[in-house]
């Protein structure tokens, strides 16, 4: 199984160790929000087996690559697996904070629904998961916990396919 990941820091770590994955981030040339280097990613994922989009930029550009990611992978028949970190404050009813990049990481939850669906209908023939992460790093999600997370959803038969997860960490309401 070929493995590539977007985004090279913390969290990715252990996939690109584990899964002797091969990494796109600005460590080594992948600016997402570098609208020439996100088509070359995308073209450049027709090569894999397993395309997890885990890079945040602060913009569209993380909704951007996974449009382009499923439309060209449906274009070209592609089998597979995309991957997609959202966030769970599109999960969250309440939260305190007004986070501006909600209404851009809803569009890549009904975006992942969508291909989803697709898959399901036999519409396109590769899988997408989203995952709805709670906070990373030291009081949440670990690198443990996220490679377990991808390894889960990597694992399954065939006829499994693993949709959405979402994992929420304890926060105060």
């Known amino acids: 199984m070929k493995v ?3 985004g090279g820091t913390g969290i990715a770590e252990m996939v690109l160790q584990k899964y002797s994955a091969d990494n796109f981030s600005r ?16 073209h450049l994922s027709l ?3 397993v395309f997890i989009n885990h890079a945040y930029s602060g913009d569209a550009s993380q909704f951007f690559l996974l449009y382009d990611l499923i439309k060209i992978w449906t274009k070209f028949d592609k089998e597979g697996h995309i991957i997609n970190t959202g966030t769970i404050l599109t999960h969250l009813t309440k939260y305190d904070e007004v986070n501006s990049n909600q209404p851009l990481k809803t569009a890549m939850d009904e975006l992942c629904k969508s291909s989803f669906k697709k898959y399901q209908s036999n519409k396109v023939n590769f899988k997408t998961t ?3 992460l709670g906070k990373l790093g030291n ?3 670990s690198k443990n916990d996220f490679f377990d ?8 038969s065939a006829h ?4 959405e997860i979402v994992i929420e960490t304890k926060h105060d309401v």
Request: negative net charge; aromatic residues 8%.
């Open 4 to 6: 590539a990941i977007v």
């Open 47 to 49: 090569n894999y087996d």
């Open 139 to 141: 009081d949440g999600i």
């Open 149 to 156: 997370i991808i390894n889960y959803i990597l694992s399954q």
């Open 130 to 132: 989203n995952l709805k």
């Open 27 to 42: 460590s080594n040339g992948y600016d997402i929000s570098i609208e020439k280097q996100r088509h070359e990613i995308t």
């Open 160 to 163: 499994i396919h693993v949709g």
